[in-house]
């Protein structure tokens, strides 16, 4: 089993910045891809960044040159370091993580954390 508990959310302003940790615990070994998930309210969940063991990383258009992802294996922590915020950034932040090399296949995910940015 793996557990996967995500921090670092909170309030900000237009053009700040936050930074995600997802800590990790369980069967790490099994796990290849791990990614960050958002939802808004009203909307559907997105797959916002990802990665995997391969090297391979993911990002969503509209975060593409603000948001970095990274993966500290030794700690086992994913985060998401999150530049120039926009209020459309703001949404519930989901950790996730899977046994396969595909950053689209998660068998496992976080519980959230809520991100605001006030214009």
């Known amino acids: 089993q793996v557990h996967l508990l995500e921090s670092g959310g909170g309030s900000a302003q237009a053009g700040g910045s936050l930074r995600l940790s997802c800590a990790t615990s369980g069967s790490m070994l099994r796990i290849d891809a791990m990614g960050w998930y958002r939802q808004a309210s009203g909307n559907e969940r997105e797959l916002v960044a990802a990665?995997?063991?391969?090297?391979?990383?993911y990002y969503a258009d509209s975060v593409k040159g603000r948001f970095t992802i990274s993966r500290e294996n030794v700690k086992n922590t994913l985060y998401l370091q999150m530049n120039n915020l926009k209020p459309e950034d703001t949404a519930m932040y989901y950790c996730a993580a899977g046994v396969t090399r595909s950053v689209w296949d998660n068998d496992y995910w976080g519980q959230g954390t809520q991100v605001t940015v006030s214009s």
């Open positions: 990665t995997n063991r391969g090297g391979y990383t």
